[in-house]
């Protein structure tokens, strides 16, 4: 204690104690962070290869050589083999033009031209990785926990159902009535393009499994009738005019020509 | 030998007179159109909400007491949510009957407002609003604003998150008026919204206060079509002092009886094959959520449009209150005018008329071309509002920026409106020139005769009596002229500024005109078989039957429209 109070004036003593503190802070949070998602080192380097010669055949124009990224579009280090796997295997890459967003269309490659892709991109720097099947799997979700969470962090842009919505100057998200749970669970991970990211600690596992389980029982035959697109009062009050008014104005034109 | 049914209509008789009375309603006459009809789809969708939502009262609970969800719809298990809403998934999905019962309630509901609209424009368009019938204008007016009132407070009920969205917003409304706004939303809410005292208070609201209101309206507005007579359109034999048409019994008993089951069975079609408002697919209410897609039942989507219009951000502070024009503007100010032109319209106008006779022939459309076009305009505002309200779903259906669609309409309120009247004004005109043109020529006749000379004339057939009665019947309509203002002493008048504004907007309304070919005219061009050389129209100063003294018709020759 004599020893402290003699020397705590020493000149030195600021920058120990900034060491210290910065060695403490920096302990503190290798300790505390969350392990980083490591790419799936199941890839072969023949598929990395036969991946790299792919991307530079199609992706490179805009992504850069080795996808580091040009003025057009961003760099894929570090995307993970998720983002790869969803973007390719829903259409939306290689993009067909630019505008407001980037829309699905028919899937330009085989699911092992995707896989590829995605080792490749993955081989580039660590990041997410394709759920397994396990994880997506909807039977072992809670639809009713799900629908809590769809309600709260999706349905604002997504609708309540999922049947999607509009965002400002021409985006929309989408409707997720098509999208497989992999897709699903793919883009709440990596948060495509508008989408925010939901990592592990807005939304775990269980809960990402939660949300594809209410979702995939979304977009199929609704008690009571047809759905009319599951979009709200809008269509109900359209079809209310064309089909309600629509027939009860026919029917009075033909009772009033009866007499008349 | 008399018939049991004889026997208790003797009883009845006896002792109530009843027999006098259904002899004298049941050789009323009434004219016959199908225009006519609209009224009674409103009147007949109305008897089916009260017959569905009978139904409904039974199994549903007014309380927003919270329980837990155990129910068979699966994404709801274990959900906490107040009683309203747990009882209308009951009544959704283990009540026998209960969720075809709900379906016909909500589309009767929308088709009950849509008739509303519907036989309003027929008696705008067609003036039936005008002396003697302007106080069952406004009674239909006040039906219409509780028909509002009664489906918003419906809409509400279920407690669902897509309804409770549309309170918040009322409550956003109400909030937003000076001073009084925030006391006005506790006591509407019981306290901080959304409390627990609202589903209860709603229930009593959309079940009692105003179906009453509504049953007691409709009884005075259907008593007032007796008392008055029914208009009838324009036609040959048809006078402000007949009614042409057919005694009540048996024709009207068994059209009207048959068209309430037809008007009931497409309500009961729609809700038998068309979901409507799946409250389980938005979930019990709470505060924090809003869906994409969130909209009010299509009346009260015109409010959400001007809503959504409106540019943010126009506030202003004085004294420490917060004025939201923002939101004052398109929630009070917007529906305030629809509402207002719409109520007082029939008094505006026979103000401008200068007219004080009954009327019980209809005016076609054509022949009032500023009412028209100001009717068309009207509607045409209310249908920018409307899509308005629905801009995200425009944007997400036609691949346009909602921004882009919002910009657009926030123009197309002001310019449409006026484009909608000046084009309605001018079709009108031309329809009534047309007319003119049929009655002194008759109609093409699609035949060239030569004559020997080696003159060309296409043959054109003359109109038979009705059809010209139909283009000629109608009284020329001229702006309102003011005496001047001083009288023959020079001494000023008193009145003479309000008899100039009053001329100002009979202007307004009647200076473009096309008037009625006159028996003058037609013989003219009967005998002559050329029309160059017309004799003008009578002309000079004319009272105006009933109206002020100071204010006499315009002289200006017809056709000045032009």
Same mark, same amino acid.
């Given at each position: 204690m004599?020893?402290?109070?003699?020397?705590?004036?020493?000149r030195? &003593?600021?920058?120990?104690?900034?060491?210290?503190?910065l060695?403490?802070?920096?302990?503190v949070?290798?300790?505390?962070?969350?392990?980083?998602?490591?790419?799936?080192?199941?890839?072969?380097?023949a598929?990395?290869?036969s991946?790299?010669?792919?991307? *530079?055949?199609?992706?490179?124009t805009?992504?850069g050589t080795?996808a *580091?990224?040009?003025?057009? #579009?961003?760099?894929?280090?570090g995307v993970?083999?998720?983002?790869?796997d969803? @973007?390719?295997g829903?259409g939306?890459?290689? &993009?067909?033009m630019?505008?407001? @967003?980037?829309?699905?269309?028919p899937?330009?490659?085989?699911?092992?031209q995707?896989?590829a892709?995605?080792a490749?991109v993955?081989?580039?720097?660590?990041?997410?990785?394709?759920?397994?099947?396990d @994880?997506?799997d909807?039977a072992?979700?809670?639809p009713?926990?799900g629908?809590?969470l769809?309600?709260?962090?999706? #349905?604002?842009c997504?609708?309540?159902?999922? #049947?999607?919505?509009s965002?400002s100057?021409?985006?929309?998200?989408?409707s997720?009535?098509?999208?497989t749970?992999?897709?699903?669970?793919?883009a709440?991970?990596?948060g495509?393009?508008?989408?925010?990211?939901?990592?592990?600690? *807005?939304?775990?596992? @269980?809960?990402?499994?939660d949300i594809? &389980?209410?979702?995939s029982?979304q977009?199929?035959t609704?008690?009571?009738?047809?759905?009319?697109?599951?979009?709200?009062?809008v269509?109900?009050?359209l079809?209310?005019?064309?089909?309600?008014?629509?027939?009860?104005?026919?029917?009075?034109?033909?009772i009033?020509a009866?007499?008349? | 030998m008399?018939?049991?049914?004889?026997?208790?209509?003797d009883?009845l008789d006896q002792?109530?007179?009843?027999?006098?009375?259904?002899?004298?309603?049941?050789?009323?006459?009434?004219p016959?159109?199908w225009?006519?009809?609209?009224?009674?789809?409103?009147?007949?969708?109305?008897?089916?909400?009260?017959?569905?939502?009978?139904?409904?009262?039974?199994?549903?609970?007014?309380?927003?007491?919270?329980?837990?969800?155990?129910g068979?719809w699966a994404s709801?298990?274990?959900?906490?949510?107040?009683?309203?809403f747990?009882s209308?998934l009951?009544?959704?999905?283990?009540?026998?009957?209960?969720?075809?019962?709900?379906?016909?309630?909500?589309?009767?509901?929308?088709?009950f407002m849509?008739?509303?609209?519907t036989?309003?424009?027929?008696?705008?368009?067609t003036g039936?609003?005008?002396?003697?019938?302007?106080l069952? /204008?406004?009674?239909?007016f006040?039906? !219409?604003?509780?028909?509002?009132?009664?489906?918003?407070? $419906?809409?509400?009920?279920?407690?669902?998150?897509?309804?409770g969205?549309?309170?918040?917003?009322?409550?956003?409304?109400?909030?937003a008026?000076?001073?009084?706004?925030?006391?006005?939303?506790?006591?509407?809410f $019981?306290?901080?919204?959304?409390?627990?005292?609202?589903?209860?208070r709603?229930f009593?609201?959309?079940?009692l206060?105003?179906?009453?209101l509504?049953?007691?309206?409709?009884?005075?507005?259907?008593?007032?079509?007796?008392?008055?007579?029914?208009?009838?359109?324009p036609?040959?034999g048809?006078? =402000?002092?007949?009614?042409?048409?057919?005694?009540?019994?048996?024709?009207y008993v068994?059209?009207?009886?048959?068209? %309430?089951f037809?008007?009931?069975?497409?309500?009961?079609?729609?809700?038998a094959?068309?979901?409507?408002?799946?409250v389980w697919?938005?979930g019990?209410?709470?505060p924090?959520?809003?869906?994409?897609?969130?909209?009010p039942? /299509?009346?009260?989507?015109?409010?959400?449009?001007?809503?959504?219009?409106?540019?943010?951000?126009?506030?202003?502070?004085?004294?420490n209150?917060t004025?939201?024009?923002?939101v004052?503007?398109p929630?009070?100010?917007?529906?305030?005018?629809?509402?207002?032109?719409?109520?007082?319209?029939?008094?505006?106008?026979?103000y401008?008329?200068?007219?004080k006779?009954?009327h019980?022939?209809?005016?076609?459309p054509r022949?009032?071309?500023?009412r028209?076009?100001?009717?068309?305009?009207?509607?045409?505002?209310?249908f920018?509002?409307?899509?308005?309200?629905?801009?995200?779903?425009?944007?997400t259906h036609f691949?346009l920026s909602?921004n882009?669609?919002? /910009?657009?309409?926030?123009?197309a309120l002001?310019?449409?409106?006026a484009a909608?009247?000046?084009?309605t004004?001018?079709?009108?005109?031309?329809?009534q020139?047309r007319?003119?043109?049929?009655? !002194?020529?008759?109609h093409?006749h699609?035949?060239?005769?030569?004559?020997e000379?080696?003159?060309?004339?296409?043959?054109?057939?003359?109109?038979?009596?009705?059809e010209? /009665?139909?283009?000629?019947?109608h009284e020329?309509?001229?702006?309102?002229?003011?005496a001047?203002?001083?009288?023959?002493?020079?001494?000023?008048?008193k009145?003479y500024a309000?008899?100039?504004?009053?001329?100002?907007?009979?202007?307004? %309304?009647?200076?473009?005109?096309?008037?009625?070919?006159?028996p003058?005219?037609?013989?003219a061009?009967?005998?002559?078989?050329t029309h160059?050389?017309?004799?003008?129209?009578p002309?000079?100063?004319?009272l105006v039957?009933?109206?002020?003294?100071?204010?006499?018709?315009? =002289?200006r020759?017809?056709?000045?429209?032009?």
């Open positions: 004599n020893w402290l109070a003699a020397h705590r004036h020493d030195r &003593a600021p920058l120990l104690l900034l060491l210290t503190a060695l403490l802070t920096g302990g949070y290798a300790l505390l962070v969350p392990a980083p998602a490591v790419a799936a080192s199941t890839a072969s380097s598929e990395v290869d991946g790299m010669k792919l991307f *530079t055949a199609n992706c490179a805009c992504h080795g *580091t990224g040009t003025a057009a #579009a961003p760099s894929l280090v993970g083999a998720a983002a790869v969803f @973007q390719v829903t939306r890459m290689p &993009a067909q630019s505008g407001p @967003q980037v829309e699905a269309k899937v330009q490659f085989d699911q092992d995707i896989a892709l995605a490749y993955a081989s580039l720097g660590p990041g997410p990785s394709i759920p397994t099947g @994880q997506v909807p072992q979700g809670d009713a926990t629908m809590a769809f309600r709260t962090n999706c #349905a604002q997504h609708n309540a159902v999922g #049947a999607g919505g965002l100057q021409g985006k929309f998200a989408p997720l009535w098509q999208t749970p992999t897709h699903l669970y793919e709440m991970l990596t495509p393009q508008s989408m925010p990211v939901f990592n592990q600690a *807005t939304l775990t596992s @269980q809960e990402k499994r594809i &389980a209410f979702v029982e977009g199929g609704q008690p009571g009738g047809l759905s009319l697109g599951s979009i709200g009062p269509s109900e009050g079809w209310a005019w064309v089909v309600g008014l629509g027939l009860l104005l026919g029917a009075a034109v033909w009033g009866k007499s008349s | 008399t018939s049991p049914a004889a026997a208790t209509a009883f002792r109530t007179g009843l027999g006098a009375a259904v002899k004298e309603f049941a050789r009323k006459v009434f016959d159109h225009s006519f009809l609209l009224g009674e789809i409103a009147l007949y969708s109305f008897v089916t909400l009260l017959i569905s939502g009978t139904f409904l009262t039974m199994f549903f609970v007014p309380s927003m007491t919270e329980v837990t969800y155990s068979p709801l298990q274990g959900t906490r949510m107040s009683e309203a747990a209308t009951r009544l959704s999905f283990e009540v026998r009957g209960g969720l075809l019962m709900r379906q016909v309630h909500h589309w009767a509901a929308l088709i849509a008739s509303i609209i036989h309003m424009m027929r008696v705008f368009f039936a609003f005008r002396k003697p019938r302007e069952n /204008w406004v009674v239909g006040t039906l !219409l604003i509780l028909g509002l009132a009664a489906g918003f407070s $419906g809409y509400s009920l279920p407690d669902d998150v897509l309804s969205n549309g309170l918040r917003i009322s409550d956003g409304v109400l909030r008026v000076p001073i009084i706004g925030s006391y006005g939303s506790y006591f509407l $019981g306290g901080e919204f959304p409390g627990e005292a609202l589903i209860p709603l009593t609201v959309h079940i206060l105003v179906p009453g509504i049953l007691a309206l409709v009884g005075l507005h259907l008593f007032m079509v007796v008392l008055a007579k029914h208009t009838q359109y036609g040959s048809r006078t =402000d002092r007949n009614v042409v048409g057919f005694p009540l019994f048996p024709i068994a059209k009207a009886g048959g068209f %309430f037809i008007v009931f069975g497409v309500i009961a079609l729609m809700a094959t068309m979901q409507i408002n799946p697919n938005y019990p209410y709470d924090s959520p809003v869906s994409a897609g969130s909209q039942d /299509w009346y009260m989507l015109f409010l959400d449009g001007a809503l959504r219009l409106m540019p943010g951000g126009v506030e202003v502070v004085i004294a209150f004025v939201p024009l923002n004052l503007i929630a009070m100010v917007v529906p305030g005018i629809l509402f207002t032109a719409l109520a007082a319209y029939p008094f505006i106008e026979a401008a008329t200068g007219d006779r009954e019980h022939v209809l005016d076609r022949n009032r071309p500023f028209t076009a100001f009717g068309v305009s009207l509607l045409v505002a209310f920018v509002l409307v899509l308005a309200g629905s801009n995200d779903l425009i944007a691949h909602i882009d669609i919002t /910009w657009v309409l926030r123009f002001f310019i449409a409106p909608a009247f000046m084009v004004k001018r079709m009108c005109l031309a329809l020139r007319d003119r043109e049929i009655v !002194l020529h008759g093409e699609g035949t060239i005769v030569r004559f000379s080696g003159e060309y004339i296409e043959v054109h057939q003359p109109l038979n009596e009705h010209r /009665w139909i283009r000629v019947q020329p309509i001229r702006p309102l002229q003011v001047p203002a001083e009288d023959s002493r020079g001494v000023r008048r009145g309000a008899d100039l504004r009053r001329a100002r907007l009979s202007r307004l %309304f009647y200076a473009d005109r096309v008037e009625p070919v006159t003058a005219e037609l013989a061009s009967h005998s002559h078989g160059d050389e017309l004799p003008p129209a002309s000079g100063q004319e039957a009933g109206g002020r003294r100071s204010l006499v018709a315009d =002289d020759a017809p056709g000045d429209g032009h």
